[in-house]
Nanobody, 114 residues
């Protein structure tokens, strides 16, 4: 059974930065586009960013220019560098494939507040 484990969240002031990590059990990243998603309270889960196996990326308009997604397939890990954080970035962040085929992990809470 594939397991995705997200980490790196926390409480940060507006304008601050965080780096999230998503580690997968087993060698599942090979050629699989991976993404970061988030769900704010009372909202649906939304796509934040995608990174393909060749390094191509996609970002939601709300995070473009502030977030950077990357991957290390040798470590079965996907990263999300988040800069210039805003209160509206507050959410639980999850990783999964672009087609969301893996079981969801527990996510990591990001809270942006002064």
């Amino acid at each position: 059974q594939v397991q995705l484990v997200e980490s790196g969240g926390g409480l940060v002031q507006p304008g601050g930065s965080l780096r999230l990590s998503c580690a997968a059990s087993g060698n599942i990243f090979n050629r699989v586009p991976m993404g970061w998603y988030r769900r704010a309270p009372e909202n649906q889960r939304e796509l934040v960013a995608i990174v393909t196996s060749d390094g191509s990326t996609y970002y939601a308009d709300s995070v473009k220019g502030r977030f950077t997604v990357s991957r290390d397939d040798a470590k079965n890990t996907v990263y999300l560098q988040m800069n210039s954080l805003k209160p509206e970035d507050t959410a639980v962040y999850y990783c999964n494939s672009r087609n969301q085929v893996f079981p969801w992990g527990q996510g990591t809470q990001v809270t942006v507040s002064s």
